[in-house]
Structure formats: structure tokens, C-alpha cells
């Protein structure tokens, strides 16, 4: 999926879109997406201005993003909902993540049941794992 499929998909925009490409879809499985981190993220100049670090939650968000889009893909999905992210649990952070990074971002569906997904998340850059972690989301009517 490239950008103009994404924004189909979620309705982020920036400086909240996090997630720039898909590049693997498996359906109802799994999702490998891309994001890359320059120095102009509006969140560097507030977050270690002097050592720019990636906040671990954007991170988080990022994967939530990536999860979102799976779950948007799937054959189960109601076309007029949004996904709300109701937990985040066990999530790790391995290493700091600095402007000029590629985070890869791969989700895979845990279970599904009526309106709540569950997730397991994993970011890397350059193979390396920096943050893991499980979410559900609760799916949710648009004009609710």
C-alpha cells in the first residue's frame, strides 16, 4: 500500500499519521509497514530537543496504526467503523529510536471476536527489535 491507500484506510493526518507504507499484507494475519523518522517530526523539537529520541508511545501508536490497517483489510470489518485502541499490555523498549531510523513495523492478528481485536506488535530498525507490545482495539461506529 502506498500513502494515498493508507489515507483511505485511517483517518490520521498529519502530524498523527505514523505509518508511511505497507510493503507485506497477509489478510487476517499479518502486516509489515514502514515508518520513517526524520528530523523534522514536530514531536523532536519538545522531546530530548538536544538528543532527539522517538517517544516510546508514538512508537506504540505507530504499531496501533499498522494493526489498524490489518484489521481494515479484513473480511470482517464494518465499513463505517473506526478503531479505538482499548489496551496496551507488555509493551518493552529495547533501544531508542533517533531521527534517520526506518522503523518496520509488524503486526499480526492474535483473535478476533465481535468488535475487539487483539494485536501483537513488534518495531524494529535494522533488524534489531526496539519495542514490542500487545494491543486491543475496540471497533466502533463512525457517528457514534
Request: with cysteine.
Amino acid at each position: 500500500m502506498n500513502i494515498q491507500q493508507i489515507l483511505e484506510r485511517l483517518p490520521h493526518r498529519f502530524p498523527f499519521l505514523l505509518v508511511d507504507r505497507v510493503v507485506e499484507f497477509e489478510r487476517d494475519k499479518s502486516l509489515l509497514a514502514i515508518k520513517n523518522v526524520t528530523i523534522n517530526e514536530p514531536f523532536f523539537a519538545g522531546h530530548f530537543p538536544v538528543k532527539a529520541v522517538m517517544p516510546g508511545v508514538l512508537i506504540v501508536e505507530a504499531l496501533a496504526q499498522a494493526a489498524a490497517i490489518l484489521a481494515s483489510c479484513s473480511e470482517w470489518y464494518a465499513k463505517d467503523s473506526l478503531f479505538y485502541l482499548a489496551s496496551i499490555e507488555n509493551a518493552r523498549f529495547k533501544k531508542v529510536v533517533i531521527p534517520g531510523d526506518q522503523l518496520k513495523l509488524k503486526v499480526e492478528l492474535q483473535r478476533h471476536r465481535a468488535t475487539v481485536w487483539k494485536f501483537k506488535g513488534t518495531a524494529m530498525v535494522e533488524g534489531e527489535i526496539v519495542c514490542t507490545a500487545e494491543m486491543t482495539s475496540a471497533e466502533g461506529k463512525v457517528n457514534q
